[in-house]
């Protein structure tokens, strides 16, 4: 049973607008929460993440937003750019878990110029 | 370099051979990690090392073998590689729990 759901398989924006990928847990012992990118031929690299004592973590053009009580996270991209274009996975952790991080299944977001 | 890497790049074997796959990483992160890609499925996780001589398993573990007699390599083992065994393999460490991932470019198996 999938414990983190990324719904949308795909997304597509233009350029300069927000992108907003979406991802739910169903584990309420996930207290840590990270957002990685994913190129073609690539491994994913680490992107943002969030801890549960947070409902909102800012770096630059990205910012994951935690609902802690809907059990969802999101994460913004202001402006969108063409270079952003990639597979975006979540994962969730669990501090009584090691932290070893459980992925969604990837959202693959295009933004056109 | 520094970093993590991941041998072969590609591979290509039969049914029922062994075959290994090999992650080098040079900044003695405590943890490691080895997932495999497939679509529809994301990424899970094979198994997991929080130091050497110590392994456990993850969510798809069978069929697989791991070992790490030294910090900073861990080989993953496929015994008897099976079709359902085609998928990108990732290796990944971190430095302790609760720190991002690094992740190798990967492997791409194919079993015939």
């Known amino acids: 049973d999938q414990q983190v759901k990324q719904n949308s398989p795909s997304l597509s924006v233009q350029e300069g607008r927000i992108s907003i990928l979406n991802c739910d847990y169903t584990n309420s012992m996930f207290d840590y929460f990270l957002w990685y990118k994913k190129y073609p031929a690539e491994g994913p690299t680490f992107l943002i993440s969030i801890s549960s004592i947070k409902d909102k973590n800012e770096d630059g053009r990205f910012t994951v937003f935690l609902n802690k009580s809907a059990k969802h996270l999101s994460l913004h991209i202001v402006p969108s750019q063409p270079g952003d274009s990639a597979v975006y996975f979540c994962?969730?952790?669990?501090?009584?878990?090691?932290?070893?991080?459980?992925f969604g299944r990837g959202t693959s977001l295009i933004v056109h110029p | 370099d520094a970093g993590i890497t991941q041998s072969p790049r590609y591979k290509i074997t039969e049914t029922g051979r062994q075959v290994t796959l090999m992650c080098h990483q040079t900044w003695s992160h405590s943890y490691m990690f080895w997932y495999r890609q497939d679509l529809g499925h994301g990424l899970r996780l094979i198994y997991y090392s929080a130091a050497a001589d110590i392994t456990d398993k993850g969510e798809v573990p069978d069929g697989y073998v791991v070992s790490r007699s030294k910090t900073e390599n861990f080989p993953l083992t496929l015994e008897s590689a099976t079709r359902s065994q085609t998928s990108v393999y990732f290796c990944?460490?971190?430095?302790?729990?609760?720190?991002?991932?690094?992740f190798g470019n990967g492997t791409r198996l194919t079993v015939t």
């Open positions: 990944a460490s971190s430095v302790q729990g609760n720190s991002p991932l690094h």
């Open positions: 994962a969730a952790a669990s501090s009584g878990g090691s932290y070893i991080p459980t």
